[in-house]
T-cell receptor, first 112, second 114 residues
């Protein structure tokens, strides 16, 4: 059974801090790892990672995958209150059908 | 494009009642899925479909039925609601193939079973 574990489960920081969110996984026939941001509504897509060592970057957010050690990190630099959200990690494994396995999520709270 | 739409947004049911959560997408996506989200448990897959007429079970299928008669629609039926089914339900879709696994989510349905 595919498994995704995120840590920490919750994190409280102040504006301007840098945070690192972790996602480790066990999956059969790994295809891809995805990060989503969820702010009181539907999750919105951030990144998809398929290859080890290649950083994906969007503004202050970046993410990297390590397929040997089976984990990914999501970094957010110079955090803002608008970054407060639940960050979800999901992995795609097995067949090419539309199944994603999600982690529990990390609740990030950024105080002014 | 409206994307993925879900109705209703909120629903309260009594134990034993049945209902259907509606989901529709207008992006011609092959793959559609239903997830439930409970505090501290992320999103768990209930059922999914890889095309019209084809459905399969996810992690937590018990108590739910689905069908996919058209590409656009993927309704989720609760046969006999139980308090354990109190949750937020998300429908998602994505194109077929393996070029991108990004799923597009609907706005969610918050269901309370008393």
């Amino acid at each position: 059974e595919d498994k995704v574990v995120q840590s920490p489960l919750s994190l409280v920081v102040h504006e301007g801090d840098t945070v690192t969110l972790n996602c480790s996984y066990e999956v059969t026939n790994f295809r891809s790892l995805l990060w989503y941001k969820q702010e009181k509504k539907a999750p919105t897509f951030l990144f998809m990672l398929t290859s080890s060592g290649i950083e994906k970057k969007s503004g202050r957010l970046s993410s990297i995958l390590d397929k040997k050690e089976l984990f990914s990190i999501l970094n957010i630099t110079a955090t803002q209150t608008g970054d407060s959200a639940v960050y979800l990690c999901a992995v795609k494994g097995g067949t090419s059908y539309g199944k994603l396995t999600f982690g529990q999520g990390t609740i990030l709270t950024v105080h002014p | 494009n409206a994307g993925v739409t879900q109705t209703p947004k909120f629903q309260v049911l009594k134990t034993g009642q049945s209902m259907t959560l509606q989901c529709a997408q207008d992006m011609n996506h092959e793959y559609m899925s239903w997830y439930r989200q409970d505090p501290g448990m992320g999103l768990r897959l209930i059922h999914y479909s890889v095309g019209a007429g084809i459905t399969d079970q996810g992690e937590v299928p018990n108590g739910y039925n689905v069908s996919r008669s058209t590409t656009e629609d993927f309704p989720l039926r609760l046969l006999s609601a139980a308090p354990s089914q109190t949750s937020v339900y998300f429908c998602a879709s994505r194109p077929g193939g393996s070029s991108s696994y990004e799923q597009y989510f609907g706005p969610g349905t918050r269901l309370t079973v008393t």
